[in-house]
Every structure is written in C-alpha cells, then in structure tokens.
C-alpha cells in the first residue's frame, strides 16, 4: 500500500530512528549521517557518525520538529573509537538512559549508556562500555510489568558473525544457506539500568511449520531489531539488510521464539533500512530512512514517518517502501 509520508528533519541527515513518548510527547532518537569521505564498503565504514541530536513533537504528522541539538559525541566518550550507529533511549526512576553502539579502539563494536535528567539531553556517557556488550543497533523495550530489555545485534559490519554463545570466536562465521540464520539477541536490564542482568539470549524467527528461518530465506534477521505489543501480543521487526525488508514476527513473551508474519515495508531508495513503531494519541506511526533526498547516497538517509495500519488479525498492512 502506498501512504502519505513526512520527511521530518529535510535541513540534514538523520537516519536509524528509535523513537519513544515521555511526558506525553514523541521523542525521535536518530542517528546523524555526515560526509565523511570514507569510501563505501561491507564493512559499513562509510556510515563514520560522530554525534547524535535529539528531535521532538506533538504532532507527528504535521507539527513542528525542534532540534534539541548535538546531544552526546564521539570526543566526548572515554572509550571512544569510531563510528556512533543506532542509539536508544529507555526511562527509569527520574533518568533517561541512552544505549548507544561504538567501535572500542580495538574496532570492536561495544555498547555504551549516557545518562541524562531530560529526555532530550545532553547524555552524560559512561566511562567503559556494558561489561559482556558486543555488535550494534540496540532498541530498548519495557514491558507491562516494569521490566525493561535490550534488543541488539547486525551481521556483517555489525560483527555478530564474531560471537558464538557471546564469547568472541576466532574466525567469523556466517552460515551457510540453507542452515539457521544467526540471531539477533535480546538480554534483560538490570534494575540500575547499567549493565545487562543475565547473559543474552538468541532472538529465534521460526517459519509457520516451527522451523527456523534459514540464511538463505530473504526474510531472514540481519540488524536493526525493534518491539513493540499490539493488543498482548509481542511484535519482533527488524531489518533484512542485503535484501532491504523490513519484516515482522510475533510471539507471546519477550523473549520469543517468534513466528514469522510478513514484510511491513519494502525496499526504499537506499541500502539500508531501519525503524521504529511506536503508538502517539492514538495512531500507530513506522518510523524510518530513506536516501531519495540524497539521490540514493546509502551513508546519507533522510528519517521519514508514515502510519501503520493493522488489519482486523491484528496483521501490518504492507507498506510500499517506493524503491527498486
Ligand atoms: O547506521 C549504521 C547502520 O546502518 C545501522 O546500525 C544499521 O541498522 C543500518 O541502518
């Protein structure tokens, strides 16, 4: 189905958003592409971001957007290598905590937490990185009952295929077609919101026969994971990567397995794709990139909203995406 879109910051470049309400009013959590002269490759160099900034509204569709500006940088964080990728915010207690994934000086993906008193910032990081943290894209989910999760994880230049069993392995490795595909991961927060509370987990999709899907299936889990609960039930989406979905799972507690649903947005101009779903005075919003303002430069994506409808099951109509 083709929707009505808003491009929502079209003065620069902001992709990955993650997005949230606090205080009754929509959060936008992005990252902040740049031009950095690195060539482009699939390691995902040429995505070199240095900052984040933080946008708000209340009104998704036709509102004002107020930049609250450069929020955290990468000088600013004691650990500090490179490469500042999809961050997310999670409320606790009085403090907003940001996760955000970075390259250690080794060029090891870790991830990181900032703090602040506001939901807009600035973040105040922390001096080392989650003990036992790896790979990149965490979306930061609170359940009904108060407990709060981090899903995480992206294959190729996000470094999942380096863990087996969360211990770094000596050669990476991806498996072949027609074996599982490698997981996502999700892990419980501990009640100070600083560390993770036990070890992660693996994020299991399985097709509607029960079976997991396998690196080969086009709508197999790559990165950018998000969740959100449509009416009890636990949604999973996450990006496709090489094949540019964004696809869907469900399941009945957070973490999974999950079962396969359907595409909620096809490809867009651009490689990557990447989202969040949230709801905001009664409507329910997809949040994402594209690199139509760009003229398809994949390290320079424009964030963009659009409305989600579901059906009557409860399934997400498919959303036209507008690229190939
Ligand atoms: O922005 C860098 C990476 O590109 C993100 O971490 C991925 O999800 C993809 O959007």
Redesign the pocket.
């Known amino acids: 189905m083709k929707k009505e879109a808003r491009y929502l910051v079209p003065n620069d470049y902001m ?2 958003p993650s997005v949230h309400v606090f205080n009754g009013r929509l959060y936008i959590y992005p ?1 902040h ?1 740049w031009e950095s002269g690195v060539p482009e490759n699939d390691n ?1 160099d040429h ?1 070199n ?1 240095k900052d984040y900034h933080v946008f708000s509204t209340d009104d998704v569709m036709n509102g004002e957007i107020v930049d609250h500006g450069v929020v955290l940088k990468v000088e600013d964080i004691p650990w500090a290598g490179r490469q500042l ?2 961050c997310d915010v999670a409320y606790k207690d009085g403090k907003y905590y940001m996760y955000f ?1 970075m390259k250690d000086r080794n060029d090891i993906f870790r991830l990181g937490v900032a703090i602040s008193d506001k939901p807009e910032g600035p973040f105040i990081p922390q001096p080392d990185p989650m003990w036992g943290s790896y790979s ?2 965490p979306a930061v989910f609170k359940d009904d009952d108060g407990s709060q999760y981090i899903y995480f994880g ?1 294959i190729w ?2 470094q999942l295929q380096r863990y087996r069993d969360n211990k770094a392995i000596e050669q990476p490795c991806l498996p072949a077609n027609d074996e599982p595909a490698l997981p996502g991961r999700v892990v419980k927060l501990r009640d100070d919101m600083m560390q993770f509370a036990e070890e992660p987990r693996a994020v299991i999709i399985l097709d509607k026969e029960g079976k997991p899907l396998t690196a080969g299936d086009p709508h197999r889990f790559f ?2 994971s998000w969740m959100h609960k449509y009416n009890g039930k636990y949604y999973l989406s996450y ?1 496709t990567g090489d094949t540019h979905f964004l696809c869907y799972a469900t399941g009945d507690n957070p973490y999974g397995p999950f079962t396969y649903q359907g595409v909620i947005l096809t490809p867009v101009v651009g490689w ?3 989202h969040a779903i949230v709801e905001f005075k009664g409507k329910w919003y997809l949040f994402h ?1 594209d690199c139509v303002p760009s003229n398809g430069k994949t390290w320079l ?1 424009s964030l963009k909203v659009v409305e989600l409808e579901y059906d009557s099951e409860g399934n997400i109509i498919t959303i036209d995406g507008g690229g190939e």
């Open positions: 992709a990955d990252s592409d995902g995505f971001m990728w999809d994934p990149i894209d992206g230049g996000g990165e950018a990006s990557t794709t990447h990139h994506r």
